[in-house]
C-alpha cells in the first residue's frame, strides 16, 4: 500500500534536515521513497516556497505535475495557466478520486503556517515503527499527517501524472 505522508516542523528550516533522515532510512531499507517534495514557510513571508526533490527519477516518481497540482490546492499558489473557479474545483474532485480528499488538503493548510515548513513523501514498504521512532527521536515536534492509498487510488494518481 502507497502512503502519501505529510511530516510538519514547527520551523521553517526542519523539512530539508528531514530528507536527510529519510534518505538514510531509506538506504537501510526501512522505507521505500517513491516520490518527495518540500515546503518552507519562513515567519516574514507570505505564501511558502515549495521544493521537489529531483534526484529521485524512478518508476515511483509522479514529477512536479502532482507536486504543483497538491501545493496549489492546499497553499492557494496560483498554477500557471489555470482558470481559477470551476477548474480548480474539478481538479479538487480528482484529487479525491486518488485518495486526497478535502478533509486531508484542509487539515494540511490549517497545520502547515507562516514559521513551518512540511515534507510530503509518497512511501510503500514501510517498516513503520522503526521509521516513526526514528523521526520523533531527531524531530520531537514533529507531527505525522497521513492518507493510505488504496492500489486502485494508486493506479489512478499515477495514470493521471504519467508523462
Known amino acids: 500500500m502507497t502512503t502519501l505522508t505529510v ?24 522505507i521505500s521513497v ?22 529521485l527519477v524512478g518508476a515511483g516518481a509522479l514529477g512536479g505535475g502532482f507536486w504543483g497540482l497538491l501545493f496549489g490546492l492546499i497553499f492557494f499558489i496560483p498554477l500557471i495557466g489555470l482558470v481559477v473557479g470551476a477548474a480548480v474545483g474539478a481538479l479538487s474532485a480528482s484529487m479525491v478520486d486518488v485518495g486526497i480528499d478535502d478533509n486531508f488538503i484542509k487539515q494540511v493548510r490549517s497545520e502547515v503556517t507562516p514559521g513551518t515548513s512540511a515534507l510530503f513523501v509518497l512511501t510503500s514498504d514501510a517498516v513503520e515503527d522503526r521509521v ?19 492500489k486502485e487510488q494508486e493506479a489512478n494518481l499515477r495514470q493521471a501524472f504519467a508523462d
Open 7 to 30: 511530516w510538519k516542523f514547527p520551523d521553517s528550516g526542519s523539512a530539508e534536515q528531514a530528507t536527510e533522515t529519510l534518505s538514510s532510512l531509506q538506504s537501510q531499507g526501512l
Open 34 to 55: 517513491e516520490d518527495e517534495a518540500y515546503v518552507t514557510w519562513p515567519e516574514d513571508k507570505k505564501k511558502p516556497s515549495t521544493h521537489q526533490e529531483h534526484h
Open 132 to 150: 516513526l521512532d526514528t523521526f520523533k527521536s531527531s524531530f520531537p515536534d514533529a507531527k505525522l499527517i497521513f492518507t493510505n492509498l488504496s
